[in-house]
């Protein structure tokens, strides 16, 4: 079975600060990729970043990085340079290599104060 | 631009009245999706398409339909919605898993459902 743990219900940053959002997973597929996505109160969910089990190197996308650790099962989002537009609900996904389903985790709702 | 759509981007109904929230979509992906999501909660899949396979979520509520005539469309039907169906309903697409795990879900704007 998949399953994604997100332990930060809610967390508050200074405006230009990095913040981490943790995300921990459990799986037995040997093969996997982990995925984060930006909710803002408009509803639409937006894609960040990717990576991949497989990927020798953490992804990055801009101020958006990755801190993949797979012996720990985690895969915790870092934002550098927090601007007033991060504040959203932000949800760790996952999903198998043998699946087309994405499994999600209860998200994170991150405050940017000025 | 290729993209995910969804109408309406709000819809009213009454307790009871049938209600179908559409998803089209110009990616040609083959898989759709639809996810429930109630306030600060995570989305929660209702079913998915495979091409034309349907996977019904063993939790999904039989008042919950779903068609897709072809690959760019499909249709969630709420046969008879609850007060407890007042949700945004999510639409998304992907690529099937044999094109590589990379693939992500590419979501609508979302319908936000009212029930009165």
């Known amino acids: 079975a998949q399953k994604i743990t997100q332990t930060q219900p809610g967390m508050f940053v200074q405006e230009k600060e990095a913040v981490t959002l943790d995300c921990t997973y459990d799986?037995?597929?040997?093969?996997?990729?982990l995925f984060w996505y930006k909710q803002p109160s408009s509803g639409e969910m937006i894609f960040l970043i990717y990576?991949?089990?497989?990927?020798?190197q953490n992804a990055t996308e801009g101020r958006y990085s990755l801190n993949f650790q797979k012996a720990r099962k985690s895969a915790n989002l870092v934002i550098s340079a927090s601007q007033l537009g991060d504040s959203a609900m932000y949800f760790c996904?996952?999903?198998?290599?043998?699946?087309?389903?994405?499994?999600f985790g209860s998200g994170t709702k991150l405050n940017v104060k000025p | 631009d290729a993209m995910v759509i969804q109408n309406p981007r709000y819809q009213v109904t009454q307790f009871g009245k049938p209600v179908t929230l559409s998803c089209s979509q110009t990616?040609?992906?083959?898989?759709m999706y639809w996810y429930q999501q109630k306030s600060s909660q995570a989305p929660k899949l209702l079913f998915h398409?495979?091409?034309?396979?349907?996977?019904n979520e063993a939790d999904t509520p039989d008042n919950f339909q779903s068609r897709r005539p072809n690959t760019s469309f499909c249709f969630l039907d709420i046969r008879s919605p609850g007060l407890g169906d007042a949700a945004m309903y999510l639409c998304?697409?992907?690529?099937?898993?044999?094109?590589?795990?990379?693939?992500?879900?590419?979501f609508g704007p979302g319908t936000r459902l009212l029930v009165l």
């Open positions: 996904a996952m999903k198998g290599a043998n699946f087309n389903k994405f499994y």
């Open positions: 998304a697409t992907s690529r099937d898993r044999l094109a590589g795990g990379r693939e992500t879900q590419y």
């Open positions: 990576q991949g089990s497989y990927d020798q």
């Open positions: 799986t037995s597929d040997p093969s996997y990729g």
């Open positions: 990616l040609n992906h083959n898989v």
């Open positions: 398409y495979y091409d034309k396979d349907f996977n």
